[in-house]
């Protein structure tokens, strides 16, 4: 249905791609465009991931993304991801606090792959609005002259900001303004900011350093008298990129204690006159903002991807950040359970469920990015014991194997057989959560063919306490007192996990305190296997270890960071002391409250279809559907219960086929090849999975018949 504005076509919000029809995020070019936009036009390209809440940027230095490339809107445009794994993508959200979407359109609106991959993360995102030159001369006249015409684009704004669950603007007028309207301009970014922190309270609105309060188009590079008002007006400045040390200390002077960490100082990581010229030398910019203070804004740090190419991409983003990574705050801290990962970067060359080829071919979707490392290459490891007789090489993303999405976390390294216990330790994540109603702990894992079979691995998990870990290995004969397994046989269906002498574990002159656990029972790990995978068999090559704590068996304690240990076997025989080298892929971690087991992870309710059209090319018919469907769950229900994303399949007599993942209630199936058409209908098939990582079962799954008509 056609859109007017005083008599102007306008188009709707929602866009699809010409060429495979797929729902695309896009952005507005045209106030009439904000005027006319509301709540339920684009409900396909909304996120489904917010910040945990209550939220509050930290009172500390922190850093920015700015990310533009090549005018926004790329592979990162379609809301159900895309073919093609090559795409760009970013994965050091640890390092970050605040990321923009930018392009050079009028209204930024940040796709909600990206919205749902920072919030993961509890990274802010921000769109943008930028006017430009001439024609946003006229656009600012345009709403600042009319008090009726800039109040509804401010509720748009806001309005827009709620709905797609983003956290805020970067307002940037690249043009002069009338002197006439210069506190108007000046009233609407108070009284924004006003309104997005009633709608969203932990929102911010972000002025760029551009347009001063005498109206003219001229950077400053620095906070000072010529726009202090707007910085007063809102929530911070992204200054402009173009100071000298002089700059940033006029800065800290004229933005007060108070809010010099609101002060983001601009860096172009393409170099176009930015202090050190950019690129890898961007390091030495933020070496000089951080001994100012200040905050640092990164603009287009795809420049990795956009000058070096696609074919190292992924080793100059590391090196990127790896050198920026020492001067910036690591605000990974995982404080709330579930905490359930496989390290995925939302990309694959084949898509595995339950470490089960699901599609075979390449895919992207960076909503479906998992929580990743806290730590960076420089900062991952370290070994113990006796010197140099194991070490990590590489730690890496994988896509020649996964366990579940499209990559595991990949292990490399060499070991020296030896008498003595030696391990080498991975830093995961860094955590902040009690023990207090108990701690359900898997981890799976495979050995790849080829490699050394002669290691062992645990987790360690470091606690507050004064100098105690918990350590979590393999079987043991040991057994749990009688009142522990009752229980928890009580309390969760699950036998919990035995103690074992941790002396194994300690090296000369360790005056550590360690409690180690071993496995759970056979019968207690088919329970959890069959509840987290929704299949009654689901064997695979991999090597999943399930483990169940209790505050009675570790006492009151705080876990501060989750480690994977890999321990060479001993060389008890006294055999070869040759070097050899060892691969490890580690498929998932997961971190749940035990009870996730036993509890109600809700059904989906009214599973139904609309837009249906068949057409007949050659020797297959190409379907397109659009499914819809509801979630009930429980009112109780925890966090955990409620659903992370939904599978979706073809059921073909006894085949089930993988067809696409959504993550909201919806999904659109384009052009979907029907080779072996024989009946009147198809059979499609919705699983949930809960943020516990935990599948409906598959065979009971709600499904519908779509007719060909």
């Not at 640890?94 to 990274?123: E, G, M, R």
Request: glycine fraction near 6%.
């Amino acid at each position: 249905m056609a859109e007017h504005f005083n008599g102007v076509h306008v188009r709707q919000c929602r866009q699809y791609d010409q060429q495979s029809g797929e729902p695309i995020c896009s952005y507005l070019d045209h106030l009439k465009q904000i005027y006319l936009w509301f709540r339920g036009c684009d409900d396909i390209n909304r996120a489904s991931v917010c910040l945990h809440q209550p939220y509050a940027l930290p009172k500390r230095s922190r850093t920015l993304v700015c990310h533009d490339m090549k005018n926004g809107y790329h592979e990162d445009r379609f809301a159900q991801g895309c073919g093609d794994n090559d795409a760009f993508t970013f994965y050091h959200w640890q390092y970050i606090d605040i990321f923009i979407y930018f392009s050079h359109h009028l209204l930024s609106i940040p796709p909600s792959t990206w919205i749902n991959c920072a919030h993961k993360h509890q990274v802010l995102v921000l769109g943008t609005f930028i006017t430009e030159w001439d024609e946003g001369n006229e656009i600012c006249r345009e709403f600042l002259s009319n008090a009726q015409l800039r109040h509804l684009l401010i509720n748009r704004l806001v309005d827009i900001a709620h709905y797609y669950r983003f956290d805020g603007w970067l307002i940037n007028i690249e043009n002069n303004i009338e002197k006439k309207y210069i506190m108007t301009l000046v009233q609407f970014v108070a009284e924004l900011t006003n309104k997005l922190h009633q709608k969203i309270p932990h929102g911010q609105i972000l002025w760029y350093d551009s347009v001063t309060n005498t109206g003219d188009l001229k950077w400053q590079n620095e906070l000072n008298m010529y726009n202090r008002t707007f910085f007063d007006s809102c929530d911070g400045i992204f200054l402009n990129y173009v100071w000298k040390p002089g700059n940033l200390l006029r800065s800290v002077l004229n933005a007060g204690q108070e809010r010099k960490h609101d002060v983001y100082a601009g860096i172009d990581i393409f170099g176009r006159g930015c202090y050190k010229g950019g690129g890898f030398k961007s390091r030495d910019a933020l070496e000089v903002i951080r001994e100012s203070s200040l905050s640092a804004a990164l603009f287009a740090p795809g420049w990795v991807y956009e000058c070096l190419g696609r074919t190292d991409f992924i080793e100059n983003q590391n090196k990127f950040w790896d050198l920026l990574s020492p001067l910036c705050h690591n605000s990974s801290i995982l404080t709330e359970l579930p905490i359930v990962s496989s390290f995925c970067r939302g990309r694959g060359d084949k898509m595995y469920i339950n470490g089960k080829i699901a599609k075979n071919s390449s895919w992207s979707n960076l909503s479906a990015q998992q929580l990743q490392p806290s730590y960076s290459n420089s900062h991952r490891s370290y070994c113990i014991g006796t010197a140099g007789s194991i070490k990590i090489s590489t730690v890496a993303h994988s896509s020649l194997d996964a366990y579940n999405g499209g990559e595991c976390l990949r292990i490399y390294g060499s070991y020296t057989p030896s008498l003595e216990y030696s391990a080498a330790v991975l830093r995961l994540f860094r955590t902040q959560f009690e023990i207090n109603d108990g701690l359900l702990i898997s981890c799976c894992y495979k050995i790849p063919q080829n490699f050394s079979r002669s290691i062992n691995i645990a987790l360690q998990l470091v606690t507050d306490s004064a100098m105690t870990y918990i350590i979590l290995g393999k079987e043991a004969k040991n057994v749990c007192e009688p009142k522990e397994i009752e229980a928890c046989m009580e309390d969760y269906g699950l036998v919990c996990s035995p103690r074992f002498n941790p002396s194994g574990f300690k090296v000369k002159g360790d005056t550590s305190n360690y409690l180690a656990f071993s496995t759970i029972n056979n019968e207690s790990t088919d329970i959890i296997d069959a509840t987290y995978t929704g299949e009654t068999d689901p064997r695979s090559t991999w090597i999943n270890r399930h483990y169940l704590l209790t505050e009675s068996l570790c006492g009151s304690c705080t876990i501060c960071e989750v480690q994977l240990m890999i321990i060479p076997e001993l060389n008890i025989n006294h055999t070869e002391r040759k070097e050899k080298d060892f691969c490890l892929d580690l498929g998932e971690i997961k971190l749940l409250n035990p009870s996730v087991i036993s509890d109600d992870i809700g059904r989906i309710v009214n599973l139904t279809y609309k837009d249906t059209s068949w057409d007949i090319d050659e020797d297959q018919i190409l379907l397109n559907v659009t499914l819809m469907w509801d979630f009930i769950l429980d009112n109780d229900a925890t966090e955990s219960a409620q659903p992370e994303f939904f599978d979706i399949f073809l059921k073909d007599g006894k085949n089930i086929n993988f067809v696409g993942r959504s993550f909201l209630r919806v999904y659109m199936i384009k052009n979907f090849s029907l080779r072996e058409f024989n009946d009147d209908e198809v059979t499609f098939v919705v699983q949930h999975v809960t943020k516990a990582g935990l599948r409906s079962n598959l065979q009971h799954a709600a499904n519908v018949n779509v007719l060909f008509q």
